[in-house]
């Protein structure tokens, strides 16, 4: 959570204009098994065009030759290891699905996990989902899921929680008239900070309480939540 970019030194391959990122992209040595998931499956699944390197001039990107054809796309916001979007895309084969994880070593575990599971519905954008948003046609997504963001506890972070203007307005525009917008975690202050600023974004609040959606899968982070005796929280809007 230390390595901030500087705007010297922009990580964040290719953000249009400086922008902090506080996460991790790399942790430990991977294993060679995952090395290899990189280097041979990544540029396949990656969409080309989400980095300003690749894209200068933010071209936005036409989904229907990432997945093939002009089939629903839903977006998964820090998929961690992929658990979830693995088992969303063998769950929902009619439909693609595009993660952002800037975490290296989770987008490996991802690759594992797709190589293990056989299916051919997922993109993967390896960085932060905002170089997404600026090349998302508007309207374009009609599902996202945010599954246990990163939680800033201390107050004075809580502006770099994903549920703040800066991300939940561009959300808003990749996302389609009545596309649901699912949010889980186990932070009782990210659910109050998700309640109070995700409407504002213009988003209906539909569900919420302890009960998870019936296609849903416990992902890592909520797996350690339990084991750490936290309670999961989950969220259901739909943009309007
Ligand atoms: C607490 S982890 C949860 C991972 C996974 N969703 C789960 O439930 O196990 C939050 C993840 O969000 C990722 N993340 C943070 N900021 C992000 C951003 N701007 N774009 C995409 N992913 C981000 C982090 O790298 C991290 O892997």
Redesign the pocket.
């Known amino acids: 959570m230390s390595d901030e970019t500087h705007p010297e030194d922009p990580e964040g391959a290719g953000a249009p204009e400086w922008r902090n990122?506080?996460?991790?992209?790399a942790g430990k040595t991977m294993r060679p098994s995952q090395k290899s998931y990189l280097s041979e499956d990544l540029e396949t699944l990656r969409p080309f065009g989400v980095t300003a390197e690749e894209n200068p001039a933010r071209e936005l990107l036409d989904l229907s030759t990432v997945f093939g054809d002009a089939r629903p796309v839903w977006l998964?916001?820090?998929?961690?290891?992929g658990?979830?979007m693995v088992h969303m895309a063998a769950t929902y084969p009619e439909v693609g699905i595009i993660g952002?994880?800037?975490?290296i070593n989770?987008v490996a575990m991802l690759l594992g996990k797709i190589r293990a599971a056989g299916v051919s519905n997922l993109a993967v954008?390896p960085?932060?989902?905002?170089e997404l948003f600026d090349v998302l046609p508007e309207g374009s997504i009609a599902k996202a899921?945010?599954?246990?963001?990163?939680?800033w506890p201390k107050r004075r972070h809580h502006r770099r929680r994903?549920v703040t203007q800066d991300?939940l307005v561009p959300l808003h525009r990749a996302l389609a008239p009545g596309a649901e917008f699912r949010v889980?975690t186990d932070i009782p202050d990210y659910m109050r900070q998700t309640l109070e600023e995700v409407p504002k974004a213009g988003f209906l609040l539909e569900e919420h309480g302890p009960t998870a959606w019936k296609d849903w899968i416990s992902?890592?982070?909520?797996?350690?939540a339990l084991r750490e005796g936290r309670v999961p929280d989950y969220a259901t809007f739909r943009r309007l």
């Open positions: 990122f506080y996460g991790r992209r998964e916001i820090g998929f961690g290891g658990e979830h952002c994880e800037p975490f989770g954008h960085g932060d989902v905002r899921f945010l599954n246990y963001p990163d939680p994903f991300h889980a992902t890592r982070y909520e797996k350690k």
